[in-house]
């Protein structure tokens, strides 16, 4: 009956689909997380998964998000498709299957929002659900049961330099030691963990690994283990036990306290299953994307919950749309189960508790106005982008003007549905509160149990709370709830930094420290240098220190100067060294300095003395004497020839009396 009903709709609703046109919408700033999305152009398919980039603009700390904003909160590779079934051919607002990845291709599980680290997440596209919010209200109100259901955020999506709305970021369900906590089965115990999803064939891919139930011909997918995993025994193990669980259940004896259905499946989790699909009157509940998982050793689970877009008055067939009337009592599974008495017993004490807490209407509306708030002006945009309000996309009932409207109208739905749901679940032997109700459903509380951090951006975040009491504790700008920076720590040490290392490997140098001279024959060159800056020579025929450097037949046995190349004339050596006696002991010059093997020492005595040239190498042992000996007053020089030495930094010293003199040579060979 579902099939044929959502056949005919989509006929006639297809060619109305179509004609809705998408307007261009720029994005510049938004309360939300913003997703930005390359994918270099290519069309992202169905499967598999082509390889894109994403970023993502989030100021933690409550800022406003630009779109000229860096990607502050994540970048990196990602694996994209498009997902869905229904959604896909029907809605030009397209919902994706995203894989984080690292540059190699590989999974990367990373958290984001908040949400435990995994690679697998979904890209929820609310389109037909006007609110924007029925899926998330489902969740939320599905963990506040004690169950796992995914996490989510809402953000706002650039794909491909194009602005396509408002978007859920969500877990995709899978096998997870925060998602879906169930073991891998073993050989010697098949028991669990599994994780299947029910679906009719049409929206089973031919790639699933699935089995056809015997009893009432129902499709299960085993989406754990995985299909290149699972073992033929495995696959056995876990279709008799759904098939003898069926079997039991659509007998006569199904509640029977000892050979009954009671054997096969966690009650608790059922119970808390069909209450939220019931009150939320979820059109596909036992009949798509249904999951149902089994721990080793354990009963078969019902949940996660998944999929409420066509629930809350949301549906306009199979009489969905109704305040009044159940449709679980004729739904596979369920409709068995709400005929044991002892299962009826058991929802309607559960109903009367979550009625009383979580389910308050108070507290339902509290979580709308908290959406409707974080939605803000970016709902605008949205519709802006796909201007659908006041239009009928399938499988519209109501069909709202307004954003408002739509909102009033999904609380209202839910007001009158709890109406019904307590005239036939609340029990009549249960006082009711003498008093009045608090905020958070407590009889004459003091609404303590419900008031918190309400934001989920925040590090104290507070999932029971519907009450804001303003103690929200945000992380500064680039740090975590634990104070560890999650960007890139500058060369200062300062988190998302501008600091930078300069040529040198200096923080914020400006290349000094390694730029000079590169020439080692120039008299200021540098060693250290690695950028070539300005050299400086000495004048032909003189030093670096500006001594004049004669060799040769220009030279006495002293070393003076006996010609004109340094200004000298043709008077005798020993005029010339008279008139060139140093007025102080110095070293005058050493050349070449570097040198390989051979340099030439200058230095000059002002008066008749012993004198020491010593040469050390750079652990301070002494590897050469080149003079010891009394000379005369005037500049001597003397050669080192240290071509049995290897490279390296040497040291010649001068001792003569009270003078010492020390300089530093470079042997490179």
Same mark, same amino acid.
């Given at each position: 009956?579902?099939?044929?009903?959502?056949?005919?709709?989509?006929?006639?609703?297809?060619? +109305?689909?179509?004609?809705?046109? #998408?307007?261009?919408?720029?994005?510049?700033?938004?309360?939300?997380?913003?997703?930005?999305?390359?994918?270099?152009?290519?069309?992202?398919?169905?499967?598999?998964?082509?390889?894109?980039?994403?970023?993502?603009? @989030?100021?933690?700390?409550?800022?406003?998000?630009?779109?000229?904003?860096?990607?502050?909160?994540?970048? /990196?590779?990602? !694996?994209?498709?498009?997902?869905?079934?229904?959604?896909?051919?029907?809605?030009?607002?397209?919902?994706?299957?995203?894989?984080?990845?690292?540059?190699?291709?590989?999974?990367?599980?990373?958290?984001?929002?908040?949400?435990?680290?995994?690679?697998?997440?979904?890209?929820? #596209?609310?389109?037909?659900?006007?609110?924007?919010?029925?899926?998330?209200?489902?969740?939320?109100?599905?963990?506040?049961?004690?169950?796992?259901?995914?996490?989510?955020?809402?953000?706002?999506?650039?794909?491909?330099?194009?602005?396509? /709305?408002?978007?859920?970021?969500?877990?995709?369900?899978?096998?997870?030691?925060?998602?879906?906590?169930?073991?891998?089965?073993?050989?010697?115990?098949?028991?669990?963990?599994?994780?299947?999803?029910?679906?009719?064939?049409?929206?089973?891919?031919?790639?699933?690994?699935?089995?056809?139930?015997?009893?009432?011909?129902?499709?299960?997918?085993?989406?754990?283990?995985?299909?290149?995993?699972?073992?033929?025994?495995?696959?056995?193990?876990?279709?008799?036990?759904?098939?003898?669980?069926?079997?039991?259940?659509?007998?006569?004896?199904?509640?029977?306290?000892?050979?009954?259905?009671?054997?096969?499946?966690?009650? &608790?989790? =059922?119970?808390?299953?069909?209450?939220?699909?019931?009150?939320?009157?979820?059109? *596909?509940? +036992?009949?798509?994307?249904?999951?149902?998982?089994?721990?080793?050793?354990?009963?078969?689970?019902?949940?996660?919950?998944?999929?409420?877009?066509?629930?809350?008055?949301?549906?306009?067939?199979?009489?969905?749309?109704?305040?009044?009337?159940?449709?679980?009592?004729?739904? %596979?599974?369920?409709?068995?189960?709400?005929?044991?008495?002892? +299962?009826?017993?058991?929802?309607?004490?559960?109903?009367?508790?979550?009625?009383?807490?979580?389910?308050?209407?108070?507290?339902?509306?509290?979580?709308?106005?908290?959406?409707?708030?974080?939605?803000?002006?970016?709902?605008?945009?949205?519709?802006?982008?796909?201007?659908?309000?006041?239009?009928?996309?399938?499988?519209?009932?109501?069909? !709202?003007?307004?954003?408002?409207?739509?909102?009033? %109208?999904?609380?209202? =739905?839910?007001?009158?549905?709890?109406? =019904?749901?307590?005239?036939?679940?609340?029990?009549?032997?249960?006082?009711?509160?003498? !008093?009045?109700?608090?905020?958070?459903?407590?009889?004459? /509380?003091?609404?303590?149990?419900?008031?918190?951090?309400?934001?989920?951006?925040?590090?104290? %975040?507070?999932?029971?709370?519907?009450?804001?009491?303003?103690?929200?504790?945000?992380?500064?700008? @680039?740090?975590?709830?634990?104070?560890?920076?999650?960007?890139?720590? *500058?060369? #200062?040490?300062?988190?998302?930094?501008?600091?930078?290392?300069?040529?040198? !490997?200096?923080?914020?140098?400006?290349?000094?420290?390694?730029?000079?001279?590169?020439?080692?024959? #120039?008299?200021?060159?540098?060693?250290?240098?690695?950028?070539?800056?300005?050299?400086?020579?000495?004048?032909?025929?003189?030093?670096? *220190?500006?001594?004049?450097?004669?060799?040769?037949?220009?030279?006495?046995?002293? /070393?003076?100067?006996?010609?004109?190349?340094?200004?000298?004339? *043709?008077?005798?050596?020993?005029?010339?060294?008279?008139?060139?006696?140093?007025?102080?002991?110095?070293?005058?010059?050493?050349?070449?300095? &570097?040198?390989?093997?051979?340099?030439?020492?200058?230095?000059?005595?002002?008066?008749?003395?012993?004198?020491?040239?010593?040469?050390?190498?750079?652990?301070?042992?002494?590897?050469?004497?080149?003079?010891?000996?009394?000379?005369?007053?005037?500049?001597?020089?003397?050669? =080192?020839?240290?071509?049995?030495?290897?490279?390296?930094?040497?040291?010649?010293?001068?001792?003569?009396?009270?003078?010492?003199?020390?300089?530093?040579?470079?042997?490179?060979?």
């Amino acid at each position: 009956m579902y099939g044929l009903n959502i056949n005919l709709k989509l006929i006639f609703i297809g060619l +109305f689909i179509i004609s809705i046109e #998408a307007q261009e919408v720029t994005l510049t700033s938004t309360n939300l997380p913003i997703i930005v999305i390359d994918t270099d152009g290519e069309v992202i398919p169905d499967e598999p998964k082509i390889s894109a980039r994403m970023g993502i603009i @989030f100021n933690v700390s409550g800022e406003i998000n630009n779109i000229t904003d860096p990607f502050n909160y994540y970048e /990196g590779d990602i !694996g994209i498709e498009i997902r869905g079934h229904s959604s896909q051919n029907l809605f030009p607002k397209k919902q994706y299957g995203l894989e984080t990845r690292n540059s190699e291709g590989e999974n990367l599980n990373v958290s984001l929002f908040g949400i435990p680290k995994e690679n697998d997440w979904v890209l929820y #596209a609310p389109y037909s659900d006007k609110s924007l919010m029925r899926n998330v209200l489902a969740y939320d109100i599905a963990r506040s049961f004690g169950s796992y259901a995914p996490r989510t955020q809402f953000c706002e999506v650039i794909l491909n330099n194009e602005y396509v /709305g408002i978007y859920v970021f969500m877990e995709k369900i899978k096998k997870d030691s925060n998602r879906v906590n169930i073991s891998d089965p073993e050989p010697d115990n098949l028991s669990g963990g599994y994780l299947l999803e029910v679906n009719p064939l049409t929206k089973i891919d031919s790639t699933d690994n699935y089995f056809e139930s015997e009893s009432q011909g129902r499709f299960f997918v085993i989406k754990f283990p995985d299909k290149d995993d699972i073992t033929v025994d495995q696959i056995a193990w876990i279709t008799n036990y759904i098939n003898t669980f069926e079997s039991t259940l659509y007998s006569g004896s199904f509640n029977d306290p000892d050979i009954g259905y009671y054997q096969y499946i966690d009650s &608790p989790s =059922w119970v808390d299953y069909i209450l939220l699909n019931e009150a939320f009157r979820n059109n *596909d509940v +036992f009949y798509s994307s249904t999951y149902l998982y089994k721990k080793k050793s354990g009963k078969l689970f019902a949940g996660p919950v998944w999929d409420f877009n066509i629930a809350m008055g949301n549906v306009d067939y199979n009489d969905n749309w109704l305040t009044e009337g159940s449709l679980l009592a004729s739904t %596979y599974l369920s409709s068995i189960l709400l005929e044991d008495s002892s +299962f009826v017993s058991a929802s309607q004490v559960r109903w009367n508790t979550l009625r009383n807490n979580q389910l308050t209407i108070s507290t339902i509306d509290s979580l709308i106005d908290d959406y409707v708030e974080l939605l803000g002006t970016a709902q605008e945009r949205n519709f802006e982008r796909w201007p659908i309000l006041g239009s009928d996309v399938w499988p519209n009932y109501y069909i !709202g003007i307004t954003y408002e409207d739509e909102v009033n %109208y999904l609380k209202q =739905w839910i007001t009158d549905r709890f109406i =019904w749901m307590d005239s036939q679940l609340l029990l009549e032997d249960i006082d009711g509160c003498i !008093g009045q109700l608090d905020e958070c459903g407590v009889c004459n /509380g003091n609404n303590s149990i419900c008031t918190g951090c309400s934001y989920q951006s925040a590090c104290n %975040y507070d999932a029971n709370a519907t009450i804001d009491d303003g103690s929200c504790v945000f992380t500064e700008q @680039f740090y975590d709830c634990d104070g560890n920076c999650i960007t890139e720590i *500058d060369c #200062a040490g300062e988190c998302n930094g501008l600091a930078k290392l300069d040529e040198c !490997g200096v923080c914020n140098g400006d290349n000094s420290t390694c730029t000079g001279c590169i020439d080692n024959t #120039a008299c200021n060159y540098n060693i250290d240098a690695t950028i070539e800056g300005e050299c400086e020579y000495a004048e032909e025929n003189y030093d670096c *220190d500006g001594n004049c450097i004669v060799t040769g037949e220009n030279l006495d046995e002293n /070393g003076l100067d006996c010609s004109e190349l340094c200004g000298g004339s *043709d008077v005798s050596c020993l005029s010339i060294q008279e008139l060139i006696i140093p007025q102080e002991y110095n070293i005058s010059s050493i050349y070449p300095n &570097p040198f390989n093997p051979v340099t030439n020492i200058i230095y000059g005595l002002p008066e008749h003395i012993n004198v020491q040239i010593l040469v050390y190498d750079l652990s301070g042992q002494q590897v050469e004497t080149l003079i010891n000996e009394f000379q005369t007053p005037g500049y001597h020089s003397v050669n =080192w020839d240290a071509d049995n030495l290897p490279t390296g930094v040497y040291f010649v010293k001068m001792v003569a009396g009270e003078f010492v003199n020390t300089q530093k040579l470079m042997l490179v060979k």
